[in-house]
C-alpha cells in the first residue's frame, strides 16, 4: 500500500527540515508534495487508472484544507514528531 499524502508530506519535511528552518522546510515540503502529486497523476493516467487519479485529489485537497491559512500548529506538530522519532533512534 502506498504511503498517505500527509505521511509523504511529513517525510519531506523532515528531509527538508535536516538543512533550512520550520517555515522554509514546511514550504519545500508543500511544493515537494505539489511535484508528487503530478508525478502521480501522470503515472496513474499512463495506467488509465481513473480512481486513484480521483482519490490522489482528494487527498490532496483534504491536506490543503488541514493546512489551511495557519500553519503554526501542523509545523508544531510536525516538529514533536521529529523530536520524537529522533528520540526513539537512541
Known amino acids: 500500500m502506498e504511503e498517505s499524502l ?3 508530506f511529513k517525510r519531506y519535511y523532515a528531509d527538508y ?3 533550512e528552518g520550520v517555515d522554509e522546510s514546511f514550504s519545500d515540503a508543500y511544493q515537494a508534495i505539489a511535484y508528487h502529486v ?6 496513474y493516467v499512463q495506467e488509465g487508472n481513473l480512481g486513484e487519479i480521483q482519490n490522489l485529489i482528494r487527498e490532496f485537497k483534504e491536506l490543503g484544507l488541514s493546512i489551511g491559512p495557519s500553519n503554526d500548529s501542523i509545523k508544531e506538530q510536525f ?4 523530536v520524537e522519532q529522533v528520540l526513539s533512534e537512541y
Open 17 to 19: 527540515r535536516e538543512a
Open 38 to 43: 503530478i508525478n502521480q497523476t501522470e503515472h
Open 6 to 8: 500527509l505521511t509523504t
Open 79 to 82: 516538529e514533536l514528531e521529529l
